[in-house]
């Protein structure tokens, strides 16, 4: 099973937090367990890898409130809504906040299991995303202006020819930044340098 991160359930039933943690565990995953929002908010691993097992209806902060605070703090993993009594307006409304699945109670092991799967490979792809825009910014920021240039028009899908023009420079000039660019970038194909552009964000703001 997943060793990708750890799962976070939050639920305030002790029997229903013993039960999932139990059938986790069980299939190999690691899990960290809460009695309340507050509990996890205080909580420094809650920005670690992993996804979130959260009930809906608690005393206090209930599961929704929680979805945004944890927004707002940065905490952006994966979240899974598990609830006993959930209505059409709760299932939205986290679906819309960027739960991954709504599921209500009791679930089936199998489920419990394939859900939490999915959530923590979503979290594992979303951490490489950002890992690849970090170096690619890094390796941008070793570029000359003139080379920023030439790799902003070429990311846009000008032409070699139509870059020099635009930049008032001749064609053996454009090649030689292109050639610069894709060396400092480490990128082997247009596509790359393509991907990693549209990764990276604006090429004016490193």
Do not use: W
């Amino acid at each position: 099973m997943s060793t990708r991160g750890t799962v976070f359930i939050v639920d305030d039933d002790d029997s229903v937090r013993a039960s999932f943690e139990r059938i986790l565990v069980h299939a190999g995953f690691d899990v960290a367990t809460f009695a309340s929002a507050s509990e996890l908010l205080a909580e420094p691993r809650r920005f670690d890898p992993g996804c979130l097992l959260l009930d809906v209806r608690m005393p206090g902060m209930d599961g929704l409130a929680l979805q945004e605070a944890l927004r707002r703090d940065g905490c952006v993993k994966p979240i899974v809504f598990l609830t006993g009594y959930g209505t059409v307006h709760d299932s939205v409304k986290a679906m819309k906040g960027g739960a991954i699945d709504f599921l209500e109670k009791p679930i089936e092991p199998d489920r419990l299991c394939e859900v939490v799967e999915e959530a923590l490979e979503r979290d594992g792809a979303e951490r490489e995303r950002l890992r690849e825009q970090t170096r690619f910014r890094e390796r941008l920021s070793t570029l000359t202006p003139r080379e920023r240039e030439v790799c902003e028009a070429v990311i846009a899908g000008r032409l070699n020819k139509q870059i020099a023009r635009d930049l008032g420079i001749t064609l053996r000039t454009v090649k030689f930044h292109r050639g610069r660019v894709m060396k400092k970038l480490q990128v082997e194909s247009l596509a790359e340098l393509v991907r990693f552009g549209r990764s990276g964000g604006s090429l004016r703001d490193p």
